[in-house]
Nanobody, 125 residues
Framework: QVQVVESGGGPVHAGDSLRLSCVVS????????MGWFRQAPGKEREFVIA????????SYADSVKGRFTISRDNAKNTVDLQMTSLMPEDTAVYYC??????????????????WGQGTQVTVSS
């Protein structure tokens, strides 16, 4: 059974940086595309950023371009989300998700099979 576990959330101030990490159990991590999604209070869950199985392709939501980056280490079964210049509107529960590699849309959360429980990021002004 594949387990996805996020860590690294917490309270920060506007302008700060924060790094979220996600570890995926199992021996097939290297074949998964990985994505980060977030859900703010009272809003639907939305796509943030994704990286394909090899790390050669990334996809970003417009709202985070230039501020967030994603990286992965297939030897360690981890994917990291580096967030900089955080803003109060980045406040949300951040979810890590995995799917067997697929060449289609990275932003469609319905295409992701495995999800973590989420980690809270709170950005104060």
């Amino acid at each position: 059974q594949v387990q996805v576990v996020e860590s690294g959330g917490g309270p920060v101030h506007a302008g700060d940086s924060l790094r979220l990490s996600c570890v995926v159990s199992g021996r097939t991590f290297g074949s998964y595309d990985m994505g980060w999604f977030r859900q703010a209070p009272g809003k639907e869950r939305e796509f943030v950023i994704a990286i394909n199985w090899s790390g050669g392709t990334t996809s970003y939501a417009d709202s985070v371009k230039g501020r967030f980056t994603i990286s992965r280490d297939n030897a360690k079964n981890t994917v990291d989300l580096q967030m900089t210049s955080l803003m109060p509107e980045d406040t949300a529960v951040y979810y890590c998700a995995a799917r067997p590699h697929y060449s289609g849309s990275y932003s469609d959360q319905n295409l992701y099979t495995y999800w973590g429980q989420g980690t809270q990021v709170t950005v104060s002004s």
